[in-house]
């Protein structure tokens, strides 16, 4: 008696091994993939993340379904892929520079940036610096005229959370103007596209990017000058901030990512990364980049992509060091 129920548990225990690797050896992937977008729908991120939706779909034979959860620098969606199943099924999109200064700012952020694997880059935008229209300054000298008049009154400037990319080149922007700004948070780029344009604000530094080329084009709000190190081809009268003395080199970029759990198994990663590589060099994502002058950064491989972010890791800490920041 024992002899067979020995037999029958071990044949238990293959059987269930067998179930286990079968399992284990589905194709990825097998149901739909939920992409949550760590800020609010229409602008910025989620403006560079849909478009890519129909090709990414194509290319993994698997419907895609966008959950926008913005907030707190772009940590809530963070976590909340942090902590989901590391299948492959739950992915993250943000700006890759708030991944990196979150944790040093919000406490609840209880991650770094290599505790995610780089998937691929939907394309990186170079920030602008806008106004309301009717505000008296046209170009960068006649802002810094008007802020540095004796009794001129304070301005205020717009940005999504304190280590963000908007407000270090904010921080970066009133430390070599040598003013200082009425900081005025928001809980993303629409709503500061919106306050801009509604007067509500004086500044603000957005990425050029997604509706905010159109609302420049159409008058909704005034471009001041680019963070760049060139001119952008899509405003080539607009010029850089480096162009003037006390802005050499002032260089701001946003790049939106799509990333994994750092515990994603490498096969769903190198998955993940091709039908990634087939967006970056797709007509769509061709027409996306020229229409909105995004600038194409090919992750490459997943080791290519890994250094990528441990350089952009570097690069945004050594930015966000002399601002002190404190974790709230």
């Known amino acids: 008696m024992k ?15 067998m179930c286990a690797t079968a399992v284990a050896a589905q194709p990825y992937p097998t149901k739909a993939i939920v992409i949550k977008v760590a800020y609010p729908a229409g602008f910025g991120v989620d403006a560079s993340v849909r478009p890519s939706v129909p090709v990414l779909q194509r290319a993994l034979a ?13 940590s809530i969606a963070a976590m909340n892929v942090l902590n989901a199943t590391p299948d492959g099924y739950t992915l993250l999109a943000t700006a890759g520079p708030d991944l990196v200064v979150a944790p040093l700012t919000i ?7 290599d505790s995610f694997k780089l998937i691929g880059s ?10 309301h229209p009717d505000r008296a300054f046209n170009n960068l000298s ?15 400037v717009a940005h999504w959370g304190q280590g963000t990319l908007a407000h270090l080149a904010a921080a970066d922007f009133q430390g070599r103007a040598g003013v200082k700004l009425l900081e ?27 509706p905010i080329l159109g609302m420049i084009q159409t008058g909704r709000i005034k471009a001041v000058a680019i963070a760049s ?30 990333f994994a759990p750092a515990r994603t198994p490498d ?14 060099e797709s007509p769509e994502f061709l027409a996306l980049a020229t229409a909105q002058g995004l600038r194409k950064l090919d992750s490459g491989t997943p080791q290519q992509a890994a250094a990528f972010l441990r350089s952009e890791n570097e690069k945004f800490i050594n930015i966000a060091k002399p601002l002190n920041l404190v974790a709230q």
């Open 3 to 17: 002899t067979h129920t020995r037999r029958f548990l071990d044949a238990a225990v293959v059987a269930i091994a």
């Open 62 to 74: 698997q419907t895609l379904v966008i959950e926008n959860m913005p907030g707190a620098n772009g």
């Open 107 to 113: 406490a609840s952020a209880k991650y770094a940036s």
């Open 122 to 131: 939907f394309g990186s935008a170079d920030m602008i610096l806008v106004s």
């Open 142 to 156: 006649a802002l810094l005229e008007q802020m540095q008049k004796p009794g001129a009154k304070e301005l205020s």
């Open 184 to 210: 005025v948070p928001y809980k993303g780029i629409a709503p500061i596209a919106a306050a801009v344009g509604g007067g509500e604000v004086d500044l603000a530094f957005v990425p050029l990017a997604g």
């Open 229 to 258: 190190t060139k001119r952008h081809p899509l405003l080539p009268d607009l010029a850089t901030l480096g162009e003037h003395a006390r802005f050499k080199n002032f260089e701001f970029g946003i790049w939106t990512g799509l």
């Open 267 to 280: 096969p769903v990663v190198t998955r993940l990364s091709k039908a990634f590589h087939e967006w970056n």
